[in-house]
């Protein structure tokens, strides 16, 4: 059954929705040094936060799955004014400024912290490490998941479940074999968009983690650090941050929509 047609503004605000997001970055690439981008990407410091970026960016999106998947099955099953407040905490990152993120970990975690002062004393010193760009990561990509997939959790036919609960199979096999296939479109694009948010992590990462070359200077800090000094390398690793995070999210948009037709 065809839709009724749209009104003829939204079309209009739908045009100008893309071209706000699209100029500056079609501004940007009008200044990038097309010929030199090999050789700005090839000195050291850039391949280091390339693949320093990459390797954070692959264990924090290990860690969302690993810990957001369960905790989107709760939430979008559970009611009551526990999971409202578990709702809200999980959320809260995605909408507190990186740098307030950033000192929250550090307060707790650092090595005068809540916690991490306990672990200094045990010989775990997190702060400054590249645990800790891992863990800054997972702190603010993590939401992404939990709220993207949780919305398409309570949209599975319970029946399904219940068919296959009947059946005798374990809570642990109806949620393996029948829940997690109907979701695993929208798994797999909320963990991608997980991965290009890590990817994009800046304060959080800077106040807790610092930037140490090699060890925690991901992408976005060396961008920042070469804005002034080198701009034509700062202009070039932000080409190479976009055209990974869009081909994420390209990826994975078209296996969400395979995994739908099929």
């Known amino acids: 059954m065809t839709r009724p047609p749209l009104p003829r503004w939204v079309p209009v605000a739908a045009a100008l929705a893309v071209l706000f997001a699209a100029i500056p970055l079609l501004g940007m690439a009008a200044r990038i040094p097309w010929a030199r981008v090999p050789e700005l990407l090839a000195s050291e410091a850039a391949r280091e936060a390339a693949l320093l970026s990459l390797r954070t960016c692959a264990a924090t999106t290990v860690l969302c799955v690993l810990l957001g998947t369960p905790l989107a099955v709760v939430l979008s099953r559970s009611r009551g004014r526990a999971a409202t407040l578990a709702r809200t905490v999980t959320a809260l990152p995605m909408v507190l400024p990186p740098v307030v993120a950033g000192l929250a970990l550090l307060t707790t975690l650092g090595r005068t912290g809540v916690l991490g002062r306990h672990l200094s004393v045990a010989g775990i010193e997190i702060g400054f490490t590249t645990a800790a760009v891992v863990i800054a990561q997972t702190f603010v990509a993590m939401p992404f998941l939990v709220v993207s997939l949780e919305g398409t959790l309570r949209s599975v036919d319970a029946r399904l479940e219940r068919t296959a609960a009947s059946l005798g199979a374990s809570p642990t096999r109806v949620l393996a074999r029948v829940t997690l296939p109907l979701v695993l479109p929208a798994l797999v694009a909320s963990a991608t968009m997980s991965f290009a948010r890590a990817l994009g992590e800046f304060g959080a990462t800077l106040t807790f983690a610092g930037s140490l ?50």
């Open 213 to 262: 070359q090699g060890t925690t200077r991901t992408l976005p800090l060396e961008i920042y650090l070469r804005r002034e000094t080198d701009p034509d390398v700062a202009l070039a690793l932000s080409l190479l941050l976009v055209a990974v995070a869009a081909a994420l999210m390209a990826a994975g948009a078209l296996l969400t929509r395979r995994r739908t037709a099929a």
